[in-house]
């Protein structure tokens, strides 16, 4: 476990292939497009009584400790499952694998899901649901999604600046995965989309 540890550490020392300017561009691009999503009455999700006040989502600053190269670590016995969901609907995952990564110091794991029916043009795509200590208090109570795509090879880049809210977090007749007790980050991730409050 040490000397994983030490590999993950390694990895996240460094992070940036691109400069940090081209990362926060494109994290800056990633939060420009979801906010065009929302305030768009023809793409959004929100209930149609929230278009009266809304202009525009919360987000963290964007900041490029919270982009961290991770060792990526395929799990590829795992047998799918039904995952719990803020209705009764119970949509079939399997564990795909796991990221390992540092942020302040602090050695992290994440499980990361794939859906066993993905949609056509989904299939390359990984779910990674997650909670942190923002959880409740700065961001959306129930947990926050990370969308990603397989790697090539054992390392990935996960960029928390693009973590976003589950739809429900904005109307209740979404049906939204509820993260995993193991997907419990301990530290506060202090990046993406913030806590939707209606006024």
């Known amino acids: 476990m040490k000397h994983l540890w030490l590999f993950t550490l390694l990895f996240s020392a460094s992070v940036f292939s691109q400069t940090d300017c081209d990362a926060l561009t494109e994290s800056n ?3 420009r497009a979801l906010n065009d999503t929302y305030l768009n009455p023809e793409t959004s999700i929100l209930e149609e009584a929230d278009f009266e006040n809304f202009t525009g989502l919360n987000f963290f600053p964007i900041n490029p400790d919270y982009r961290v190269k991770a060792l990526f670590i395929r799990t590829p016995d795992e047998k799918p499952f039904l995952m719990p969901t803020t209705t009764d609907r119970l949509p079939e995952y399997v564990k795909y694998g796991e990221v390992h990564f540092t ?5 992290l794991k994440l499980d990361i899901f794939q859906n066993t029916s993905p949609k056509e043009g989904y299939e390359n795509h990984l779910f990674l649901p997650l909670t942190d200590l923002t959880s409740g208090n700065g961001s959306y109570g129930g947990g926050r999604y990370l969308d990603i795509q397989i790697p090539e090879n054992d390392t990935i880049i996960l960029d928390f600046n ?5 739809y429900c977090a904005y109307n209740k007749k979404y049906s939204c995965p509820i993260p995993p007790e193991q997907n419990d980050l301990q530290i506060r991730i202090e990046a993406g989309v913030k806590e939707y409050v209606r006024y």
């Open 29 to 31: 691009s990633y939060q």
């Open 103 to 107: 942020i302040k110091e602090m050695a």
């Open 162 to 166: 693009q973590l976003y809210n589950p």
